[in-house]
């Protein structure tokens, strides 16, 4: 089985500070994704990457950076929190070419104050 | 907007009936992918159904497209308990980006 790990499920933290999200897939996948999901709008696509140290912007950049340094592991970085980034993140890493299936990390439950 | 429109919003049958939400988008697809999502198990894929598929069984679920009406559905048969989730549609679209819809909650009575 497939396993998407990711470092915390449960984070507070304030207003201004870096926040730090990782994840990390021991299925030797190519793609990694970073989404965020708020009531209502289904996932929304922050970030990913096909290979190694190579990055995409999604649909919602701001405000967010990424890091690949080694294939297995992919990290979100909130530079300044702000309470609108209040939210569940997940990760997720997929085969191959782009268009086959995801596979999720339990997900971050992100509260910024 | 390209996201998928799940409907109905929510669900709730009684255990052993059968269960159906639909799948609505705008966009060409590449593929229609269905996702579950429950407390206990995190998001997780249940089939991916190509643009060039009509219909495609897994156990107890059931999915359909129709292209030409832009439309999906699921269908879980018998349903159980366990089954009671959230339900996402996920658009492969022809940049190789999903686009997800804002999902279906369903409830099992027992």
Redesign the interface.
């Known amino acids: 089985d497939v396993k998407v790990t990711q470092s915390s499920r449960y984070l507070v933290k304030r207003t201004g500070e870096k926040v730090f999200l990782e994840c990390v897939q021991d299925m030797d996948h190519e793609n990694m994704f970073w989404y965020r999901q708020d009531p209502?709008?289904?996932?929304?696509?922050i970030y990913f990457s096909y290979d190694v140290k190579m990055k995409e912007k999604?649909d919602i950049p701001e405000g967010y950076s990424v890091s690949r340094e080694k294939k297995e592991r992919f990290s979100l970085i909130l530079e300044s929190a702000s309470t609108n980034q209040t939210s569940m993140y997940?990760c997720?890493s997929s085969f191959g070419?782009?268009?086959?299936?995801?596979?999720?990390?339990?997900?971050t439950r992100l509260t910024v104050t | 907007s390209q996201q998928g429109e799940e409907d109905p919003q929510a669900l709730s049958i009684q255990e052993g009936e059968n269960a159906t939400m639909n799948c609505s988008y705008k966009t060409s697809i590449n593929n229609l992918q269905w996702y579950r999502q429950n407390s206990g198990r995190g998001l997780v894929h249940l089939i991916l159904i190509r643009s060039n598929e009509r219909e495609k069984h897994s156990g107890r679920l059931r999915v359909t497209l129709d292209t030409s009406k832009k439309s999906s559905s699921l269908l879980i048969t018998a349903s159980r308990a366990a089954d009671t989730a959230s339900y996402f549609c996920a658009l492969m679209d022809s940049n190789y980006q999903l686009i997800w819809g804002a999902g279906t909650k369903l409830i099992i009575k027992p």
């Open positions: 209502g709008l289904g996932l929304r696509l999604g997940l997720a070419a782009l268009y086959y299936e995801q596979y999720f990390g339990p997900g």
